[in-house]
C-alpha cells in the first residue's frame, strides 16, 4: 500500500500564492502518472493538473497559466505552485499516483488532502 503526504495547504488571500507538495510517507516508487485533484464542498473532485513520469505535465483549462506542477520523479514527490489564487480555487486538493503493477492493473493512491482557502 502506498501512503502519499499532501502539505502545504493554508488560507491566502486572492491573488497570493502557495506551493503545495505530495511525498510517499515511505518508500519512493514508480508511477504511470501523478497528480492534483480537487474538491470544493458540493462539488465533484476534479482534475487540477498531473505530470507523468517523463515529466510531461497535463493541466485542466482553470488552472492553466496560473498553476504549475513539477516532480522529483525519483522520490516520487510531486508540487503544485498556484499563483494568481481566487476564490474559485478554493478546496480540498488531494494528491494522486497511478502505480503500475505486475498484474497490468494500475494501483490507484490518494492522500488525504490538504486544505486550500483563497479568500477575497
Known amino acids: 500500500q502506498v501512503q502519499l503526504v499532501e502539505s502545504g495547504g493554508a488560507s491566502v488571500q486572492a491573488g497570493g500564492s502557495l506551493r503545495l507538495s505530495c511525498a510517499p510517507s515511505?518508500?519512493?516508487?514508480?508511477?504511470?502518472?501523478m497528480g492534483w485533484y480537487r474538491q470544493a464542498p458540493g462539488k465533484q473532485r476534479e482534475l487540477v493538473a498531473t505530470?507523468?513520469?517523463?515529466?510531461?505535465?497535463n493541466y485542466a483549462n482553470s488552472v492553466k497559466g496560473r498553476f504549475t506542477i513539477s516532480g522529483d520523479m525519483a522520490a516520487s514527490t510531486i508540487y503544485l505552485q498556484m499563483n494568481s489564487l481566487s476564490p474559485e480555487d478554493s478546496a480540498t486538493y488531494y494528491c494522486?499516483?497511478?502505480?503500475?503493477?505486475?498484474?497490468?492493473?494500475?494501483?490507484?493512491?490518494w492522500g488525504q488532502g490538504t486544505q486550500v482557502t483563497v479568500s477575497s
Open positions: 515511505g518508500m519512493s516508487f514508480s508511477f504511470n502518472v
Open positions: 505530470i507523468s513520469s517523463t515529466g510531461r505535465p
Open positions: 494522486y499516483a497511478n502505480i503500475p503493477t505486475t498484474t497490468g492493473r494500475p494501483l490507484i493512491s
